[in-house]
């Protein structure tokens, strides 16, 4: 079986664009026009939308994912000598805003079926001197927020909510980020709501954490140019928060197509010798990444490269054996799930827009490289 040779790319971000140029354009048409560049309307209504959308009654706009969770944290009293509990199969920010408060990040195994932190191990990782626990929503499926929740609970931890890649995802029918105590979100530009150019925002119902975070992220100062705290230069764009707007009302419809389009794959890769992705019950999960798993990922990846398709590995090194975090003292084995996944995933291209014609195309190519091995159950 020869098929047509064609390029088919992880994702395009163009073709969302060429979607909605014309509104996209008059977006920021009226901030330039506007004279507010920094704060003002566009920031507010979007934190306005945002938390309606989310269902909480804050939303905080910063300059990216990353800070979501650094103010979050910092703004929670978290610092040196402190420990917060996350994922070691994650992007590195997760990790990464911990150690940058001086605080301490400890690393609990996955569930090998979701890739989310097992919490059935969290217990036995909390401390005296652990704070918090950050979930991670792992390509776009919620954590398990009744356990977390309920283990937070009985140890007086806070829960922040890395939903950097899961927005429009819900647990239980409610939307990810309105479950602990924040929910921190990433608009860059291939998340699933990505602006053009950096973003974040923080969702809450505390009140005094959200002021806070207004606080930290101008300098630490309120009213300006009176500082109570060391703060933050992190704003979000009044441009990105416009467009961001704009691209807000089309979430759930492409969340929708994700989901289509991952219930596809699965359907036709379910007789291949592949761990498909599993969402489980009384959640929605958004696909951010559409991950499948194989002992042979390395030669299916440039199988699909030979044949024009794009692939990624999200993400090769379990943060727990990062060289930055060899001080930790976590050896090969010691979270085996986590390293299992960073040795056997990669995601296959999904994103809103793909076509029928592409998606039939690299599902023909995966199903001819494991009926080339004689592989199938
Ligand atoms: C993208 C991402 C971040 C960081 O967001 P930025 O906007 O890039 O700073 C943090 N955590 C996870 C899980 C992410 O996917």
Redesign the pocket.
Known sequence: MTKTMRKVSLLDLTAQYQDIKPEIKQAVDNVLESGNYIMGPFVKNFEQAMAEYCGTKYAIGVA???DA?LLTLDALGIGPGDEVITSPF??F??AEVISRLGATPVFVDIDPDTYNIDPAKLTAAITPRTKAIMP?HIFGQPADMDEILAIANEYNLFVVE?A??AIGSTYNGKNIGSLGTAGCF?F?PT?NLGGYG?G?IVVTNNEELARKIQILRVHGSNPKYYHSMIGYNSRLDALQAAMLQVKLKYIDQWNRQRREKAMMYNNALKDLPLKLPYVKPNREAVFHLYIIQTKYRDELIGHLQQHGIATGVYYPVPLHRQEVYKDLGYVAGSLVESEKAAAGTLALPLYPEMTIDDQEYVISIVREFFEAKGERV
Do not use: E, I, P, Y
């Open positions: 990216n994912g990353t969770l994650t992007f920010a997760s991670v890395d950097c890649q990433s860059f998340k950096d974040g």
